[in-house]
């Protein structure tokens, strides 16, 4: 078994427990609010746990303003000859053969746009519905699962979401899933800092994706991990935490190298192929 993965290890605990008393002392699961829209009402919200109090969209250098107006879909370019930058779509517009891609980040949105572009073409139209989804706290693919039930719920059909995790092997697994509210705490300069005092520096990029069918479905979840160690912080400081995510094979870190690249070695491209693998397969006529 991968080292690290298992997040309910008692060092994980240890570690998480503070963000989930915090959420239960505001009144259980913490609902995400945006600058530009009153709170979400979350389907299923009271359910969860939260794993970080997310006060607005302005905390996110991830966001991009024009997916935290007041419509949230989108098409995706790509799959469909519709650009990125097209017109806003309203969520009811959707229809059967049209599968939501839910995410509050506009980088991870501009690398899946990228990634199915450059790839088969599904026989699927995807849109981009800019969800506040909640930062669930627990094992890696059940966050995926989770938060695609959710998703499905306020969509109403067929979505995919994904979660991001950055492994530390020192810290047999962590951050993982909470790394967001890592990089938040400590920025560049803090993560490869956290490994000052270990000979081992690796670590690997985990992305899942999580596919729905639709509310009430049980979500499939596709996994893709990228090799590779943490270091000193080099590149553009545009996305998360790639500055300092040097994968394996490669003398640049993911921020250095040409996009081109990262989104054929990434952790999120291996994951979005198994996904596609699986779309595609689902929907070939017999
Ligand atoms: O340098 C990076 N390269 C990447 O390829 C990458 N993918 C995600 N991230 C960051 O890791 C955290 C995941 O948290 P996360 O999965 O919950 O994402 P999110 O909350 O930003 O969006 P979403 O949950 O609405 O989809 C967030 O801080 C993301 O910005 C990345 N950073
Ligand atoms: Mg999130």
Redesign the pocket.
């Known amino acids: 078994m991968q080292k690290g993965v298992n997040c309910s290890s008692r060092i994980a605990q240890r570690a998480l427990f503070t963000p989930l008393k915090a959420c239960k002392s505001v009144g259980g699961f913490h609902t995400p609010v945006r600058e530009t829209e009153q709170p979400s009402q979350t389907p299923g919200a009271s359910r969860g746990h939260c794993r970080g109090v997310?006060t607005g969209a302005s905390l996110?250098?991830?966001?991009d303003p024009v997916l935290t107006g007041r419509s949230n879909v989108r098409h995706i370019k790509g799959i469909l000859p519709v650009v990125y930058k097209q017109r806003v779509m309203d969520i009811s517009t959707k229809t059967a053969s049209e599968i939501m891609f839910?995410?509050?980040?506009a980088?991870?949105l501009r690398?899946v746009v990228a990634i199915l572009e450059a790839g088969r073409p599904l026989p699927f139209t995807v849109k981009a519905a800019n969800?506040?989804?909640p930062?669930l706290q627990g094992e890696p693919q059940e966050?995926a699962k989770e938060?695609c039930r959710l998703a499905a719920q306020q969509v109403g059909g067929a979505v995919m979401?994904?979660?991001?995790?950055?492994c530390f092997n020192a810290y047999e697994g962590l951050p993982g899933?909470y790394?967001?509210?890592f990089?938040?705490a400590l920025g560049h300069e803090g993560l490869p800092r956290m490994l000052a005092g270990f000979d081992d520096k690796s670590a690997y990029?985990q992305?899942i994706f999580a596919y729905s069918p639709g509310p009430g479905a049980e979500p499939q979840v596709f996994v893709g991990r990228t090799q590779g160690r943490i270091v000193p912080s080099r590149g553009a400081t545009a996305?998360?935490?790639?500055?300092?995510?040097q994968p394996e094979g490669f003398q640049e870190t993911?921020?250095e190298m040409d996009k081109t690249v990262?989104n054929t070695i990434?952790?999120?491209y291996r994951a979005l192929d198994k996904l596609r693998d699986y779309l595609l397969n689902f929907s070939a006529p017999e």
């Open positions: 997310r996110d250098s991830d966001r839910a995410t509050g980040n980088n991870k690398e969800l506040d989804l930062e966050i938060k979401v994904e979660d991001t995790s950055l899933p790394i967001k509210w990089l938040k990029a992305c996305f998360g935490w790639d500055p300092v995510f993911y921020a990262k990434s952790h999120r």
